[in-house]
């Protein structure tokens, strides 16, 4: 391995270890723990190190959601390979973004509710993003007028839930009810 392959490993490790600690830092203690200062001293870096990677929180935040966007466009790609049925693929991609929201509600925070940079509906989107929505569009089936609309409401949808249960705004009980209604309006 020559000296550059062996320091862009290494830059590369840095970079997973800075968002690792990030992460870990937010769910035991919210985003509003994670500086660069508090992450510098839990991964034995100097804050220089780490502006060498990111411009700043909001940036660690942005690879955070992407990295979050990753997982869910591979967790509803899964959903809908595994199943055959129009419906079913429906219910369970639903159900797969709804638990990765309750798995992860962290990512899901740095995702979807906190201001960030990234770029949503437009030619700078993350591709990580565009293939979670993609899945989102294909889920609803072919053949469906103006699919991606469509998608965009079943999305505001699967995050309103999310947003309301995450509050405690509506209750826990009564989840899979909702999640049959919401299959019930949005499949054929």
Not at 55 to 78: C, N
Not at 111 to 134: G, W
Request: proline share 4%; aromatic share 8%; with cysteine.
């Amino acid at each position: 391995m020559s000296i550059a392959e062996r320091r862009e490993r290494q830059r590369a490790e840095r970079y997973d270890l800075i968002l690792a600690a990030a992460r870990e830092l937010a769910e035991a203690e919210g985003w509003d723990a994670v500086t660069t200062r508090r992450l510098a001293g839990l991964i034995d870096y100097s804050q220089p190190v780490l502006y060498s990677h990111f411009k700043g929180k909001a940036d660690i935040m942005a690879a955070v959601a992407t990295r979050g966007f990753e997982e869910l466009a591979a967790r509803l790609r899964m959903e809908t390979a595994n199943v055959t049925g129009a419906r079913d693929v429906l219910r369970n991609v639903c159900d797969a973004y709804l638990g990765f929201a309750r798995s992860r509600p962290v990512i899901y925070e740095a995702m979807f509710v906190l201001p960030t940079k990234i770029k949503f509906a437009s030619e700078e989107t993350p591709t990580a993003l565009r293939a979670a929505f993609a899945e989102l569009v294909a889920a609803l089936g072919p053949d469906r007028q103006e699919p991606e609309f469509l998608a965009e409401v079943l999305w505001s949808a699967l995050h309103g839930l999310v947003v309301l249960a995450q509050s405690g705004r509506i209750p826990a009980t009564g989840a899979e009810a909702r999640l049959n209604v919401l299959v019930q309006k949005f499949g054929r």
